[in-house]
């Protein structure tokens, strides 16, 4: 009984992998049918007032570059206020306030605020800072990106219409090359901002502001009921409250912003949680109303996969896990058409997001996309690795266990200044999965079914990487 159970739900999980990698497929073909489509642009007649935040929380190594950057901005001093939302508790705070004074003798309009207890985290700092802000447009950035000083003219432009909430502009990458872990996680980065936003902006469906590099009109903000921290992707909420109350998000992809990739697993595997955790938490909170509301059938089944995109790497453990189980209800032997069921879902999940990536580096990095693919399979590896930690995000989101907002740490320049990992027993279980999944292999390559073994392979050696490495890291920073 328990088998045949395990059994179907092994058939069900595959069943989502391969519907998650024909709508990868679907994507594309919505990114390349409105591919020529130009961005539209309006003159502005008269500058508007705009505010720039910049939330930081102990940040100390990118914070002052981040803030000379915003100040650098090619616009009129009157119109241009800087709100530092800084909730830091270490030297970071010091550093701001010297920056702060120091821009400020040059005219530069720079609002310092501070809270005693950081209710709400990001989210949080922003909604407090709404009272304050007097900028009819409202930019934001995160600490460690680096905005060129036209990056306010560029933008505003594309509030073409009064309806317009958000224009969205398009991560690059500052540190592309510090080590085989950023450059795998650049194509993922680009495959969401070479193909996703601009498939979903050409074809009207709703996209989401990405936390950094976007303008908000401020109205749109109150009018969607502003920043609000019961989710980990505040910045996800909110598009898609805004979107149900008819206004339009906008994504220009010419325009970059260089930030930086987390250079180390375990910021890697933190961000990846917050993203995994807070997307399926907005999911819950609003695909009730999404259902209810009157966007189509098409639509609807488009934000269902882009909230619950993260569900995927829930699939994908439940998938290894079964396995075992999974040959031993065929009784040590797998027909046909049985291997068939279990393949080409396995085949969809990794080749539909793979032809994504391979199409954004062709989009985006004309020049020398066939270079940068050949680094695709250490991000399949990637993928496949933290599918423990992201399930672990996804069952908490679902069985609504809270967590705070847990900030990537940023290297900057400063070499000298590294926030030490936490310690998580994470790793071990990374390790232990790894190992199962090799076992596994043994058995089905014993049992002469090989067409699943390079399926397995991934598993156990995405696994093995992902954990050996957070584990490495942790040692290194108790020895630090």
Known sequence: MLATIAFAIYLACC?????YGINCYVLVFLF????????PRRHLAELPKVTT??????????????????????????????????????????????TAAELRENGIWIDV????????YKAGALADAMPAAHGEF??????????????????????????????????????RDASLLTRAQCIGIDGHFGIEQPARCGNRLFLNFNGTAGIWRRSAIDDAGGWTADTLTEDLDLSYRAQLKGWHLEYVPEITVPAEIPETYSAFKSQQFRWAKGSIQTAIKLLPQIFRSDLTAFAKIQTVFHLCAYGMHALMLAVALLALP??????????????VIFIIPLLAATLGPSVLYMVSQHSLRPADWK?????????????????????????????????????TPKRGENTSNNYAPSASLVPLLEISAAAYCALTLVIYARHGEFGI?????????????VGICSLREQFDARKA
């Open 15 to 19: 069943a989502g992998m391969l519907l």
């Open 32 to 39: 390349k049918k409105t591919s020529a489509r130009k961005n």
């Open 53 to 98: 935040q910049l939330p930081i929380y102990n940040e100390l190594n990118v914070a002052a570059r981040a803030l000379r950057a915003i100040a650098a901005f090619d616009y009129p001093a009157h119109l241009h206020q800087i709100q530092v939302l800084d909730d830091s508790t270490d030297e970071t705070r010091t550093l701001i306030d010297r």
């Open 113 to 120: 605020l501070r809270r005693e207890i950081r209710t709400g």
């Open 138 to 175: 409202i930019a934001i950035f995160d600490a460690d990106f680096v905005p060129a000083p036209d990056f306010l003219k560029q933008l505003l432009p594309h509030f073409t219409t009064e309806k317009t909430a958000l224009v969205q502009a398009r991560w690059d990458h500052l540190n």
């Open 326 to 339: 999974a040959i031993a209800y065929l009784g040590g032997g797998i027909p046909p058409y049985i291997l």
């Open 371 to 407: 270079k940068t693919i050949l680094l695709l399979p250490a991000l399949v590896l990637l993928g496949f690795g933290i599918c423990i930690s992201n399930t672990r995000a996804v069952l908490e989101a679902i069985l609504g266990i809270r967590s705070g907002f847990v900030r």
């Open 453 to 465: 073994l390079p399926f397995l392979t991934l598993y156990a050696a995405g696994f093995a990487l």
